[in-house]
């Protein structure tokens, strides 16, 4: 919104005059809670108070003198409480949003702080040891949504999905597939210890049989093992990549770990670390001091028995995502991986990489409830449930909706019932419901609502408390994805979207449109109010539909 432009830098020209150097991106702005305190609120003189070495309000009785406003887009400017500076927005400033939203269309909202700094997102990476989980959703969601909120601000973002093709329980797959291949042709061989139960591979080693015959079940054991490593992987990678592009998430780059070792990455990486002097031998092992970076204890990178540990191999491959020239990398991982967020910080400092290059975001686990009760498994797992069971019932908007509600690393609940109900207790029904209401009315008025222009049209109509209070919220807009982005939380865009459509809602069971004086007018909120909901929709990787 334009207005919030010319307050800020209103603001920063009045400190200036202080004598104080603040840039604009520094001044923040906000709305406030209660409408009596204004339509846009700063903290500026909070922030300005130590360096002035005056209390916040003095230093906001200053800031309000020497502010100079252009006439038009502010009324009234007030101080409140220690030292909050309030502005109230002239009613034709507030209409100049309608203005804003159609003429930028898709693009209302869309911002560009980042300026087309390189962003990697990893998140999901799952073992390609079975079908994926309902905790690998509320990653897919979180990841695919954060890699939108950075690219609609303006960041040059990559999705990539980690592979470990090369790890123990890769080992475990294929004994296991193995012994399920056995198991089919009569022999009585058992699953390994800690390996893998689910029906998924009861199903596979019948596809293998039905494909290869007997003869495969006869080859010698480490041929065999062999076959059913490469066969697992291949087709548990197949599984989840259509489960993903069904729940709508595809990526930019797949990169195998065992990229890392025929590149040479790791013994690269690990030379560096030592001639940067961050690794010691001892007992045996090769350890990194990543307690000079702020770990517990140090870490062990090379076990005595010459193999090496996780720790090692995911340096290596965020040294590579650093050669690859991205300035951030942000993984989103499990509830399971918090303890080693520390370690990899380590590790990536211990490089000399920037503070703020790696950041993981922690996704707790998804309770799934039905009928009052907790689901725990899938019956073709036996032990977990499955993402696809999931969206099949509720549909992918409300499965990628409801994962988004609550902040990634908080617990969550997932009620199947309340995901499938067509009611307004439905957060994601309620929203796409309001979309679908200000279609309704261009239908019914056989107009197109992108055809819709608010030049030459007499917005001042739109005076009523419900039309002044939506078109305040569209403002909002903006703000609240540069927010969302800034602080990788895309619950921050539901909560809008769902405030917006209790506004919309309001408005449309209050005020006709068609055939009233304001029709006009009203035909302008509403298409601003339809695009406005489509794009933060769009955000979240959640269709509008424009009849429900």
Known sequence: MKAHDTIRAALVQAAARLGVSVTASAVELERPRDPAHGDVATNLALALAKSLKQPPRAVAERLVAALELPPG????????????????????QLASVLEAILAAGERYGRSDPGNGVRVNVEFVSANPTGPLHVGHGRGAALGDAIAALLEGTGHAVVREFYVNDAGT????????????????????????????????????????????????????????????RSIGVLSQRAEQDEDLREFGVKFDVIYFESELYRGQLIERTLADLTRRGYTYEQDGALWLRTTAFGDDKDRVLRKSDGTYTYLLPDIAYHRHKRERGFARAIDVWGADHHGYVPRLQAGMKALGYPEDFFHAEIVQLVRVMRGGEEVRFSKRTGDFVMLRDLFEETGVD?????????????????????AKSQTEENPVFYVQMAHARMSGIFRVAAR??????????????????????????????????????????????????????????AWYHKYRVLGEPEEAARLVLAAGARQVLANGLRLLGISAPDRM
């Open 73 to 92: 887009p502010v009324r009234k400017v007030e101080i409140a409480g220690p030292g909050f500076i309030n502005f109230f927005l002239a009613e034709a």
């Open 169 to 228: 329980q890769i080992d475990k797959l294929a004994r296991s597939l193995w012994a399920r291949v056995q198991q089919r042709v009569g022999r009585d061989v058992q699953v390994p210890e800690g390996g893998y139960h689910g029906d998924y591979l009861i199903e596979l080693a019948e596809g293998i049989l039905a494909r290869e015959g007997r003869a495969f079940a006869d080859l010698p054991q480490e041929e065999g093992i062999g076959r059913c």
């Open 398 to 418: 409300a499965a990628r909706y409801f994962f988004l509600m609550r902040r990634g690393d908080s617990q969550f609940v997932f009620d199947v019932d309340l």
């Open 448 to 505: 197109d609502p992108a055809a819709v222009r608010a030049d030459g049209t007499d917005l001042s109509v739109l005076d009523a408390p419900e039309e002044v209070d939506l078109m305040k919220e569209l403002a909002e807009f903006p703000r609240v994805v540069e927010g969302a982005a800034r602080t990788l939380e895309p619950h921050r865009i539901t909560g809008y979207l769902e405030g917006l459509a209790r506004l919309v809602h």
